[in-house]
């Protein structure tokens, strides 16, 4: 049974099931669009470069069961970190690996599940509101059919302690799977969070994952927040990350993709209110014939934001990278400040990559630059450390490494820069 | 914003199109319509060779299984295909051999235009060839040209005299089947400019032809066709005006570029179709394709383009740069105001080694207007060496206007270094205050930023063009930008 009809019958089974309040009437709704829209095509401006043929005519199965084999979950690079551990296995929320340290008992970290009973009016109020689905077909179909996912709220001025790292991973030793978790994050006034979204894959056959995540941050919060993806060569992951921000936040956003048969990420910023400052950048490191699309959009809805966009790319073998960024600026977004830049550095004949930083302004008091270049290793500074008596390999590890540098020094915690550093290490 | 500038914007609003006029004269036109009778009618018009209708015929029908495309930046109303006059032309029975025998009328027009052919003739050196409404009324100083060896003629001239050349290149860098209008131009091209350089011929002037649209209701495509063989050097200017009418009128131009082995054509455009009143009521679509191939190595074409009319412009000069060391080269600036709207922009495809491509792209938005920088900078798999360098640039006076931009990189070698800036903003107050303390008044100073930010384009213009560009900047932004 391929995906597209798995799809039918899994919702089916779930409507036959399902309490019939108006959760299940958005859901409803959100199928009804999902079946209007479809599947991205290629012959879609916004997925031009990326072909879902792989995923949609593949058979999976929406299970939250680990397999059986033993799949070492504290095997995780963040296992060992000081945090908070919020634990999804197949979409599932796992309270036995979770872990909880955060004194204050005011935030609430728990699962999408437990708080659409639990924190009704929170719910209700946030749910769905940020991230599209009328035009967005994988929004509508991750609500249709989602399967968990965090919840977190932090109330006015409060600050969380230590990280929140979302684990997610998906087990497929004994089948093909696929999953549709979906976090909701709720930053009140003035509050603080540092949050880590992980995926990581266990097991050999392939595997599907769509997430959504909506993240509101209210007036003067702050938010640092960090994705990283080390999944496997069978595994493809689609995400839309929207934030909803109001005046006077500021944002520092990472993404590091490490692995991954193909990812693609849309990453949403709306700037509702004045003095917005985000901060977004993004690394990745691809290898085979992997594939790495990266969609972002910035909204300056209005006066006086900043955003600061860079996203670097180091390519090898057949891989693939794509990358489109968008910088919207609406007709009162007066001050703006825009500024985006993609980096490319290929090391293979065969890899390609599609760059498209793209810029829509209705304002005319504005400063707005983007900028993307592609091409190898720079000659001379290899010829200077070659000269100094470094060796080929050597010397170009520390170029690349310094390439990476200015992403990784945006990246606060420790663990997560020594996991990168390892990564390139092990790939370069 | 300042009650100044309000007042600049203001003027710039109220500048009136000057070449508005029509001319009364008597034309002939074929029925209103499309279909494949109105194909039959102009090829038989134009007493062209079978294979020629054949060929206009195998674009029609593809052209209608085509639908218009929806991808661009803006949204036009619909085209009513069967409410255009697919063919007209002055009433002109001999074929010319001289100016003198040319009908006054259209000679005063050509006047009003300021590019007199009689004056042309004896002062600049610039052989002119002057297309009105579909037809190709006269060519100066082809006498001359001959000499060296250098063809340069209307297409229907060209298709009469030299068919196998015609035969050789027409669709072979722009195919019938290539868009909707490039199929919709094949169909029903009148006329347009041909240009044959010899090997190693240096043309000795430049070359120029001049596009009027007179007739209400009437779509102008023509077809221009440029070969440089071997060795050759040729500069190609065009410029266009159109009377001011309510309606929209259509021009779906196509050019072809060849140039051989170390070749070089230089393509400027001066484009100041009627661009409507400024509640954005008539004015022209200016849909085009363009396009250059560089077919030998170390050949060069160069794009520069100044865009001030039209409703909207719609078109992308690009290069395929096959041979070896090729060079293309794209320099633009783009003015909008009122409601007009720009979306344009090259496509440099990088096939041969070594191969280099510069885009500079200059765009100002004032009024309500859009300008979109759209273009395609690909590196072939093979295309080992490959060097792209583009710089876009968008200047926005008044707060309603809009700059945008979405340029695709499509790179597939590891060698290839591609390098891509954009920027966009608005005259900096310290800029007018420097210029303010130096006793330049305000619109003075935006005269000169305005033309330091288009210079690098301007300066690519051959002489007689830049003179011409410069004043229309002056005109399109008078008030603002003096």
Request: with cysteine; net charge negative.
């Amino acid at each position: 049974m391929t995906l597209t009809e798995r799809i039918q019958t899994d919702f089916k089974l779930y409507a036959t099931q399902a309490e019939k309040d108006s959760f299940f009437e958005q859901r409803q709704q959100a199928f009804e669009t999902f079946e209007k829209l479809g599947f991205p095509t290629t012959h879609n401006e916004e997925w031009k470069y990326t072909n879902m043929k792989a995923i949609t005519a593949g058979a999976f199965e929406n299970t939250c069961i680990p397999s059986t084999k033993n799949n070492n979950y504290q095997a995780s690079v963040f296992s060992g970190i000081k945090a908070n551990h919020l634990v999804f296995v197949n979409g599932s929320f796992n309270k036995d690996l979770s872990v909880f340290i955060e004194p204050d008992s005011a935030i609430i970290i728990t699962n999408i599940a437990a708080a659409r009973k639990q924190h009704a009016d929170l719910f209700n109020k946030h749910f769905g509101k940020y991230a599209h689905t009328e035009t967005v077909a994988l929004n509508a179909l991750n609500l249709a059919l989602l399967s968990d996912g965090a919840f977190v709220y932090i109330p006015a001025g409060k600050k969380l302690q230590d990280p929140l790292v979302i684990l997610n991973f998906i087990d497929s030793g004994d089948l093909n799977v696929w999953v549709q978790p979906r976090n909701l994050i709720i930053v009140d006034k003035g509050a603080d969070i540092t949050l880590v979204e992980s995926y990581e894959s266990r097991g050999e056959h392939p595997s599907y994952i769509n997430v959504v995540s909506e993240i509101f941050v209210d007036e003067n919060a702050h938010v640092e927040h960090y994705k990283v993806q080390q999944q496997t060569n069978e595994s493809y992951h689609t995400n839309y990350t929207q934030f909803f921000q109001q005046s006077n936040t500021s944002i520092n956003q990472v993404t590091l993709t490490l692995d991954g048969k193909m990812v693609r990420n849309n990453l949403h910023f709306y700037m509702n209110g004045t003095n917005c400052n985000d901060l977004l950048y993004g690394l990745h490191i691809s290898e085979k014939q992997n594939l790495v699309d990266n969609h972002t959009r910035v909204d300056h809805a209005q006066p006086n934001c900043f955003s600061d966009e860079k996203y670097k790319g180091i390519l090898k073998d057949q891989s693939v990278a794509v990358f489109n960024g968008k910088i919207m600026v609406h007709q009162d977004a007066q001050k703006t400040n825009a500024y985006q830049r993609n980096q490319n550095i290929l090391l293979s004949d065969e890899a390609s990559v599609y760059t498209k930083p793209q810029l829509e302004i209705f304002a005319d008091d504005v400063k707005c630059t983007h900028g993307a270049t592609i091409g190898q290793l720079d000659e001379e500074p290899m010829f200077y450390l070659r000269s100094r008596g470094i060796p080929e390999n050597e010397a170009r590890k520390m170029l690349l490494n310094a390439f990476a540098d200015e992403i990784s020094e945006r990246i606060k915690i420790p663990e997560l820069v020594t996991l990168l550093e390892n990564e390139i290490e092990k790939k370069l | 914003m300042s009650e100044l500038e309000v007042g600049i914007i203001g003027q710039v609003v109220n500048q009136e199109y000057k070449y508005g006029f029509s001319t009364n004269i008597e034309m002939e036109m074929a029925p209103k319509g499309l279909s494949e009778d109105i194909v039959r009618f102009i090829s038989a018009k134009k007493n062209e060779p079978k294979w020629m209708l054949e060929w206009r015929l195998k674009a029609y029908r593809y052209w209608l299984t085509l639908k218009e495309p929806t991808w661009q930046n803006f949204t036009y109303p619909k085209i009513n295909y069967q409410d255009i006059y697919f063919y007209a032309a002055p009433k002109e029975k001999i074929k010319l051999d001289n100016l003198d025998q040319v009908d006054p009328e259209l000679l005063k027009t050509f006047e009003k235009l300021g590019i007199s052919l009689l004056e042309q003739k004896r002062l600049t050196g610039v052989a002119v060839d002057a297309v009105f409404d579909s037809v190709s009324i006269a060519t100066t100083f082809k006498d001359q040209l001959k000499e060296k060896g250098v063809i340069f003629c209307s297409i229907s001239e060209a298709l009469q005299e030299y068919p196998e050349l015609v035969k050789k290149y027409i669709g072979s860098v722009v195919p019938q089947t290539d868009n909707y209008f490039a199929a919709l131009n094949s169909a029903v091209f009148s006329d347009g400019s041909f240009v044959y350089i010899p090997k190693g011929v240096r043309c000795p002037m430049e070359l120029s032809t001049y596009f009027r649209i007179n007739a209400e209701n009437t779509g102008q495509f023509e077809r221009t066709l440029i070969i440089a063989d071997e060795g050759s050097y040729v500069s190609y200017l065009e410029g266009c005006t159109a009377p001011m009418r309510d309606e929209n009128q259509l021009h779906a131009a196509v050019v072809e570029l060849v140039a051989m082995e170390k070749a070089e054509i230089k393509y400027s455009t001066v484009q100041n179709w009627y661009p409507g009143d400024k509640e954005g009521k008539g004015g022209i679509y200016n849909f085009v394709t363009k396009r250059g191939s560089c077919e030998g190595a170390y050949s060069k074409i160069s794009w520069t383009q100044v865009e001030t009319g039209s409703a909207i412009t719609w078109k992308y000069p690009s290069c395929i740069l096959k041979g070896d060391h090729s060079i293309g080269e794209f320099f633009s600036v783009a003015v909008t105001n009122n409601h007009q709207v720009a979306d344009t922009g090259t496509k440099m495809i990088h096939i041969g080694k070594n191969t280099k491509s510069r885009i500079v792209s200059k765009g100002i938005s004032a009024g309500k207007s859009h300008n979109t920088y759209r273009g395609l900078v690909k590196i072939n798999k093979k295309a080992s060496g490959a060097r792209n360098h583009t710089q876009c640039d968008s200047m926005l006076l008044g707060d309603r206007s809009g700059a945008h931009t979405f340029p695709y990189i499509e790179i597939g070698n590891k060698t290839a270094q591609v390098e891509h800036e954009a920027s966009t903003s608005k005259i900096g107050e310290d800029q007018i205050f420097y210029c303010n303390q130096r006793g330049i008044g305000t619109e003075e100073a935006i005269g000169l930023i305005v033309n330091g930010f288009c210079r690098e384009v301007l300066n690519q213009l051959p002489m007689e063009f830049a003179v011409e560009a410069q004043k229309l900047l002056a005109v399109s932004l008078e008030g603002s930008v003096g």
